[in-house]
């Protein structure tokens, strides 16, 4: 896919400059210099020929079709050369030229234009304001960037193409830093991450997906491509950006929980996309992908020639809870056999400072035969009788030989990097310190996890859309965005949901006259489209026994009300029946995020949801495991699962509602926030019940 | 302080060899190649001359006592070579031969008795067991390592050896990395971390105090020598081990909440040490101290050729609770007058990527100028435009003129090293990656935040020790070591904590009597020793209204309590006084840690303790200021302050009762473990009473 792009068998360079400090000068030397061997066209009507290459004054004039246009010139000319693309038939461009929408309300206007010629031509386009693309394979370089990376298999794209200068600049100086494809995203106006990671997923060339962006314009597509392209290949991302969030109006529980980045989150989650949130980490993690097999499992072995580093590994792997391995009794007996006494032959394997290369050669085969072992850090501090480079020919060469990720973490800069090197010719990565390989191991058994996870099983209740779409149409009809808590009601009972009984009383003896036929005790509730947080204005009368309770609260809570909001509509009290509260209280809710959509929460509810802010996120829709993970990410899990003699709450009521609430704001994107706060939850088999629940439509 | 290790005017080294490959070869070199100019003396009783220094058969021989003696020979000769040191009057022996309490039972026995030698000779060692030491500006290199590393005016010590090899290693290729003191704490017989922490808090030639880590011995003296040295200069750690925690038995909540870390995690606070997790923040921020002035404030101002890293930069400062610097508006002003439209003259202030040193240099001059800017962050990607060097020379000499900490992030490798060799011509450190320098920062910000801290204000109350001491008298008697709830309410008056009334009754009728007195309703528990968890046992009754209920109550109380524990030995009832539940449940609790002592910790109470583990921790002794940080340090702080309408609880009542627990404790360092949970505390002016207290002594 894209191909076009990533193997052209033409390439036409409008813009192209005989003059050195232009672009395109520096593009079309690139081009030349990555030892591009097909057809080449510089197009600049002011030349006839550019480095040996004739040139044309439009692409009009090339004797063939190009699959690839690249544009560098001013962005005023831009949209005329697009066209003249189309009309030759090309079919991929990057636009290079900056000036569109990163620069204002014009560069806006002139970016819907381009985007409508390209639409027209049927053309894809990457850019504009791109740095370029390069794959090392064709080899192509169309970038004005100063170089070509070393040829590897990590595919990168990034939103930054000042980032990727500095990227290149390091990889040049990197001995396991090589890239296959190297692609500037820019303004996204067309081609977007999305497209790139569906491009890549079945590139033999690319071993793993890396991506610096700023933003996912279609987050619903993002997963799902990302789910599918993450069966097959690992996919990084920085998603940098994480402190915009600021000043979103919210009125829900919900709504205050969810910003943007929880989205993020849940997102890259559900699409089994890893994220990293600084630049050292990626690179760390993608040398460890892009060089070692993939780990199947958790567990580490450590063998060092010094205690401390060991211990920092060890804290650092258990803090990404990772698992120490613990090796068979025989492998630990083979290894004291030859350790001296001082040694420990228990993982971390400490064969002392004056290991020699055959000492920790032999630990290594050891450890790596060990069934209980799935990846191996070697540590090795440069003390007055270690072997560096012999130390190192043992790792990599054990790595050729065995199918499990193995690490050098080789300390210290002068002697160390010799180690590098060599650990390097064997593709085996090194780290600086222990802490960055106990980092990308954790990633690779993130990813391992990611990729064995089963896709959604999504669930479908059977439920009464036709009542849903009356009620909103009765609250739109007037005026409102808020859903009523009568109306409310009906929604969640269309749905499924178990609520209390009630009735809406609009006098006290009303009131009286519900609550003798649902039986006493009851609760009372003001009913008013104007007040939403019902308890901050004493709207809440609960454990009410008897017909003079009920009267007298029906008028407390009607006087608070107006009070409380001289001009609100008041419609009375609902009536509810008395609902055991020997439950747990849990919040379920939805904010629809602008990139993702449906982001649906759950947590504990009352007011610690609010204090303590332990929530967890899923984007509708999702499926049925989903909803089951979600009870367990709490921080407050444990509560869920029964303590001090409690009997467990009734998941099983807890992921149906779950999953229901995902059908609902999926089937309805116009809600907009939602909140069930509290769901009562009971012990197991006895189910859940809504006490409260807020509908809020969009504008 | 500790001259005689570092300002030696004569040295012997005890099995100075002639032999290349033995320690004491390497030693000896070390020291006559690191210039040391003072008498040096080898001893060894096979040897007349050695690298030219005549040498001698034993340091009895030595025409002058030496100030420092180094001893490289076998363990077993060390007593022997000690003690002829002691003999001579030489104070100070640094013992760099292993064999000693890291090699098991024997060599523990060993280590006692070369310690007992040191005493009886009025020796200060440092080691066994040590790579040596390094005083760069004396200079001597006494140790045997492959080098000497830079002079610089960072003290480091580290208790492991191999590390430092490989940070001698990083040191020897850095350009900032320099070094004042480089010392291997080994065994720490004798000499400690708080030693040298102590000797070089005067030491002009240290600016910044480095030490990695596995334990502190002696953790209250560590606490009070931390306080006092980190007024001075900044001291930071890296503490391994973090994991190790593992097994320790645990009766109590506090202890189940509080280990080992969270131990070093309030004492370094405590003590105004820095605490880092990892060896690269560590250099990352020592580089910072070591270059640049402290920083007053939090607020960075950032100036990027890349919008990309600047988004970085100010993700991982807003993570790290860093604010962005706002600019005065006559600064803006100015920054818009010269730059490209397309530029953000606001922070991050973006100079663009075709931006050359001069465009750097007047955005610097204008933001170094702001007075609500404290530190600058200079962020460089190598673009075709970029001047790095002169970039690099605009900032070093900024940083000349300014006194604001002021750091480059000159990314990449290849272009960006010749950057980074010129701002460390200025001491201005460059980090690769803009969320190193960001670390950085916040460790600066930590340190000054530490520095204003006020020494603790200790408040001592009136308390009737002799009851406590009685009470534990009588427990002891028994043989018991778990304080009964009677008993523990002794104790409790007696540091005048308030209690709910209550009686002990050992029969029903004697119950349904003191509830008459006590008046209704009341609560009924299970008294007995053998009972910790009473709610486990169904052994508590709440809410009874009269004196069939409480009869009623104390016989199934008691049933179900000889069923529970069938052989334990119960006392009865305790009838007591029904509280009003309408506050906030809390936990004050104490558990003695090994290196620390007491631990005192404050958190919510009730389950979610257990579940949430939403808890703080001081060792005592603490001031008020600590025990008032308590309260916002838990995460649900906001619940103490009062939501949704609720009135605060009562500070003042906590704080309180967090200072006579930590009296409590310190007087009495029998107690190993206490909880008092719940503590209800009532709304601001109502105060708080103990419903159950727990003490445990040791055994």
């Known amino acids: 896919m894209l191909e076009g792009f990533f193997k052209p068998k033409a390439v036409a360079v409008i813009g192209a400059s005989t003059q050195p400090g232009k672009l395109g000068y520096a593009v079309l030397a690139n081009i030349i210099e990555s030892g591009y061997k097909a057809n080449l066209y510089p197009i600049n009507p002011k030349a006839n020929e550019i480095y040996g290459y004739k040139a044309y004054a439009s692409v009009m004039d090339?004797?063939?079709v190009p699959d690839l246009a690249v544009?560098?010139?001013?962005?005023?000319?831009?949209?005329?050369?697009?066209?003249?693309?189309?009309?030759?038939?090309i079919k991929s461009v990057v636009i290079i030229s900056a000036g569109f929408r990163e620069s204002g309300v014009e560069g806006v206007e002139r970016e819907r234009e381009v985007i409508e010629i390209a639409k027209k031509y049927d053309i894809r386009v990457i850019g504009p304001n791109v740095l370029g693309i390069i794959d090392t394979f064709t080899p192509i370089n169309a970038t004005f960037a100063a170089g070509t990376p070393p040829q590897g298999n990590i595919a990168f794209m990034s939103q930054s193409g000042a980032l990727q200068t500095a990227i290149l600049d390091w990889s040049l100086a990197s001995k396991d830093l090589g890239f296959s494809k190297f692609v500037s995203l820019g303004n996204k106006a067309d081609i977007s991450e999305v497209d790139l990671m569906a491009a890549w997923a079945d590139d033999p060339e690319s071993h793993v997906i890396l991506a610096y962006i700023e933003g996912v314009p279609d987050g619903q597509e993002f997963i799902k491509v990302g789910r599918e392209v993450s069966r097959k290949k690992p996919i990084l991302v920085l998603k940098s950006g994480a402190t915009e969030s600021g000043s979103r109006a919210v009125s829900s529980h919900t709504g205050s929980l969810a910003g943007s980045e929880q989205a993020y989150d849940a997102a890259f989650y559900q699409a089994g996309v890893l994220r990293l949130d600084k630049l050292d980490d990626m690179f760390n993690c993608a040398r460890a992908f892009a060089n070692q097999p993939l780990l199947e499992g958790n567990r580490v072995a450590i063998v060092t020639n010094a205690g401390g580093p060991g211990i920092l590994a060890t804290d650092t792997l258990e803090r990404l809870k990772m698992e120490l391995a613990r090796m068979e009794r025989e492998t630990i007996q083979k290894l004291e056999e030859f350790l001296p006494d001082a040694?420990?032959?228990?993982?971390?394997?400490?064969?002392?400072?004056?290991?020699?290369?055959?000492?920790?050669?032999?630990a290594l085969e050891l450890i790596a035969a060990d069934p209980n072992v799935d990846a191996i850090m070697c540590i090795v501090t440069p003390q007055a009788m270690t072997e560096i480079i012999e130390t190192a020919n043992a790792v990599g060469k054990l790595s050729q030989r065995v199918d499990k990720p193995i690490f050098g973490v080789f300390m210290g800069e002068e002697r160390a990097k010799a180690g590098e090197d060599v650990l390097a010719s064997y593709g085996v990565p090194n780290y600086s310190f222990p802490e960055h390989a106990a980092t990308a191991f954790a990633a690779m058994r993130d990813y391992n996890v990611a990729r064995e996870r089963p896709d959604p099983e999504y669930v479908h209740f059977d439920v009464d859309t036709e009542v849903v779409r009356e009620v909103f149409a009765a609250v739109r009809e007037e005026g409102r965005v808020s859903v009523g808590e009568a109306e409310s009601r009906k929604v969640a009972e269309a749905y499924g949901l178990r609520l209390p009984k009630n009735k809406l009383a609009s006098t006290a003896e009303e009131a009286v006259e519900f609550a003798n036929d649902i039986g006493y005790p009851v609760v009372l509730k003001i009913a008013s489209p104007a007040i939403l947080h019902k308890t901050d204005v004493g709207g809440v009368k609960v454990n009410l026994n008897g017909a003079s309770d009920v009267r007298d609260a029906f008028d407390l809570i009607v006087y608070r009300a107006q009070r409380y909001v001289p001009d609100a509509r008041i419609w009375g009290c609902l009536v509810q029946e008395m609902v055991s509260m020997d439950g747990i209280e849990v919040l379920v809710g939805m904010n629809r995020d602008p990139q993702f959509g449906p982001l649906v929460t759950f947590g504990l509810g009352g007011i610690l949801v609010e204090v303590l802010k332990d929530v967890t996120f899923r984007v509708a829709p999702f499926g049925r495991q989903d909803a089951e993970e979600m009870l367990d990410e709490i921080r407050a899990h444990e509560m869920l699962r029964g303590v001090r003699g409690r009997p467990p709450a009734d998941r099983e009521a807890m992921v149906e509602i779950l999953l229901k609430v995902g059908q609902l704001v999926t089937d309805f994107p116009e809600i907009v926030e939602m909140?069930?706060?509290?769901?009562?939850?009971y012990d197991s088999g006895r189910g859940a019940i809504t006490l409260d629940m807020r509908l809020v439509l969009h504008d």
């Open 675 to 681: 909140d069930i706060n509290p769901l009562m939850v």
């Open 62 to 64: 090339v004797p063939e």
């Open 343 to 362: 040694a420990s032959a228990a993982n971390p394997v400490d064969v002392l400072g004056d290991a020699r290369s055959d000492r920790f050669s032999a």
């Open 71 to 89: 544009i560098v010139i001013p962005y005023n000319y831009v949209p005329n050369a697009l066209r003249e693309c189309g009309e030759k038939g």
